[in-house]
């Protein structure tokens, strides 16, 4: 067949289904154990302790972009290339993934009501809500959390976003 032709609806099979093998899949499949073997959905996200070389590897890949322009030899743009991966190694090196574990509606319920029985500040309430569902990396407190926010607003939101994400999971899509 060449790569031009079609098929038709009759050329196209059907996968064959033995119906005695489906038979027996079904009647010994056993839905309580599926349930008691599942686990909640985790997200994780990655924030940086030290984003200042980002303006760095910014200017690199610009002057990297302007010496291939310019048509500078090989040597100057590999220096160039070299001092960028040190940088973005460094960036990565400061690395920290956190990830969060998915809670019932009901288990959110009351560590609200807990957290605000406790505090009356919204962030402080928020932040004791989310430390209860990161289960990595260990000893995260509220206080913590709330210096993140304080000292970087955008990777506060990364992590805000990824709890919220892992909170109204409407269905779960496998990344493979």
């Known amino acids: 067949m060449a790569i031009n032709d079609e098929m038709t609806m009759d050329e196209v099979s ?32 990655t924030i940086y302790g030290d984003m200042s070389g980002n303006a760095d590897i910014g200017i690199l890949e610009a002057r990297i972009r302007e010496a291939r322009l310019a048509g500078a030899d090989t040597k100057e ?11 973005a190694k460094h960036v990565a090196d400061s690395a920290l993934d956190f990830v969060f574990e998915g809670r019932s509606a009901d288990w959110i319920r009351r560590a609200t009501k807990d957290a605000q029985e406790a505090c009356t500040e919204d962030a402080e309430i928020l932040y004791r809500v989310m430390c209860g569902q990161i289960v990595e990396p260990a000893g995260v407190t509220p206080k913590l959390i709330g210096d993140i926010a304080a000292v970087d607003g955008g990777q506060f939101a990364n992590l805000l976003a990824m709890w919220k994400q892992t909170n109204a999971e409407a269905g779960v899509d496998i990344p493979f």
């Open 14 to 45: 059907a996968p064959v289904v033995d119906e005695a093998t489906m038979d027996e899949q079904v009647a010994s499949f056993d839905l309580a154990a599926w349930v008691e073997g599942m686990t909640p959905v985790r997200r994780s996200v």
């Open 77 to 87: 743009i590999r220096a160039l290339e070299t001092n960028k991966r040190a940088v």
